[in-house]
T-cell receptor
Framework: ETGVTQTPRHLVMGMTNKKSLKCEQH?????MYWYKQSAKKPLELMFV???????ENNSVPSRFSPECPNSSHLFLHLHTLQPEDSALYLC??????????????FGPGTRLTVL | AQSVAQPEDQVNVAEGNPLTVKCTYS??????LFWYVQYPNRGLQFLLK??????LVKGSYGFEAEFNKSQTSFHLKKPSALVSDSALYFC??????????????FGTGTLLAVQP
């Protein structure tokens, strides 16, 4: 395994529900990422945290709300989602945000289905 | 424009034969290039990266990639394919816009199918 864990692995929710995705990294990294992976589309970077500060927010709808309480944990809070938000949500971490040669290590993902 | 292209949606190869998964890129400045593999219902696993130096980069599971600056390519190769290599492969390039960040631009992926 990569040292990045995600829970839950699968999630089915209605459009009015509120749920959260959790990511934890055991690599001692300083940067953490949320990606959305949809079929037939490139990975979409959603958010980046560096040393618990949000440094990237790629025009993501407000129904997705990230939280990074410490450098090892990252959450994605979900509310009033749409069916088109159904996708695989991947968490990743790297040593630093400013390290151009750093490798990003990914978790197994959460498969989200919005009914 | 900063971009990466994987021209083949799917590559089919017989077990034991050599395989190549193609990737071309477009960036300003020196490229930093990565290959990842994704098995079904799993996240992306890092295979190898090119930062500088030798144009032939060796990675995990017997994979290697050849950096070709004149052709702006970074093709993934393996001398002898295994059925277990069947997976989705992603090429990525560091996005050089916006200063020193770790942002990656990913290709759309190539599905490798190795037939026994």
């Amino acid at each position: 395994e990569t040292g990045v864990t995600q829970t839950p692995r699968h999630l089915v929710m209605g459009m009015t529900n509120k749920k959260s995705l959790k990511c934890e990294q055991h690599l001692g990294h300083n940067a953490m990422y949320w990606y959305k992976q949809s079929a037939k589309k490139p990975l979409e970077l959603m958010f980046v945290y560096s040393l618990e500060e949000r440094v990237e927010n790629n025009s993501v709808p407000s129904r997705f709300s990230p939280e990074c309480p410490n450098s090892s944990h990252l959450f994605l809070h979900l509310h009033t989602l749409q069916p088109e938000d159904s996708a695989l949500y991947l968490c990743a971490s790297s040593q630093d945000w400013g390290g151009r040669t750093d490798t990003q290590y990914f978790g197994p993902g959460t498969r989200l289905t919005v009914l | 424009a900063q971009s990466v292209a994987q021209p083949e949606d799917q590559v089919n190869v017989a077990e034991g034969n050599p395989l190549t998964v193609k990737c071309t890129y477009s960036v300003s400045g020196n490229p930093y290039l990565f290959w990842y593999v994704q098995y079904p219902n799993r996240g992306l696993q890092f295979l190898l990266k090119y930062i500088t130096g030798d144009n032939l980069v060796k990675g995990s599971y017997g994979f290697e990639a050849e950096f070709n600056k004149s052709q702006t390519s970074f093709h993934l190769k393996k001398p002898s394919a295994l059925v277990s290599d069947s997976a989705l492969y992603f090429c990525a390039v560091r996005d050089m816009r916006g200063g020193a960040t770790n942002k990656l631009i990913f290709g759309t992926g190539t599905l490798l199918a190795v037939q026994p």
